[in-house]
C-alpha cells in the first residue's frame, strides 16, 4: 500500500533550521507525479493548518503568511520525495509536521514528524 514517511524533526533552538522530507513508497513514478504535495502542521492545542504545496504540473509553491520567506517547498519526482526546507525557525512553528500527497482521485497521509523550536 502506499506509504508516506516523514524524516528530519527534531529539536532546535530559535533562529536554527531543519529539513524534512517526505518519502513515498508503493506508489509509482506516474502517479507520484500527478499528485500535489502539501506539508501541513498542528501545533499544541492547535488545528492543523496547511504550511506549504507544490503542484504537481509546473512545481508552483504557496505558502501560509506565517512562514513565507523562511520555508522552502521542494519536489524530487525521480525519487518521490517532497521536501520542506525551515529556516530561521522560530517557538510557535513548534509542531507535528504532516505530509500530503493529493490528486483527483487520492489522498495519502504520513504519520508525522515532531519538530519542537526551543531554547
Known amino acids: 500500500q502506499v506509504q508516506l514517511v516523514e524524516s528530519g524533526g527534531g529539536l532546535v533552538q530559535p533562529g536554527g533550521s531543519l529539513r524534512l522530507s517526505c518519502a513515498a513508497s508503493?506508489?509509482?513514478?506516474?502517479?507520484?507525479?500527478?499528485?500535489?504535495m502539501n506539508w501541513y502542521r498542528q501545533g499544541p492545542g492547535k488545528e492543523r493548518e496547511l504550511v506549504a504545496r507544490i503542484t504537481s504540473t509546473n512545481s508552483a509553491t504557496d505558502y501560509a503568511d506565517s512562514v513565507k520567506g523562511r520555508f522552502i517547498i521542494s519536489r524530487d519526482n525521480g525519487k518521490k520525495t517532497v521536501y520542506l526546507q525551515m529556516n530561521s525557525l522560530k517557538p510557535d512553528d513548534t509542531g507535528v509536521y504532516y505530509c500530503n500527497a493529493r490528486s483527483s482521485y487520492s489522498d495519502y497521509w504520513g504519520q508525522g514528524t515532531q519538530v519542537t523550536v526551543s531554547s
Open positions: 508503493g506508489i509509482t513514478f506516474s502517479v507520484f507525479s500527478v499528485c500535489a
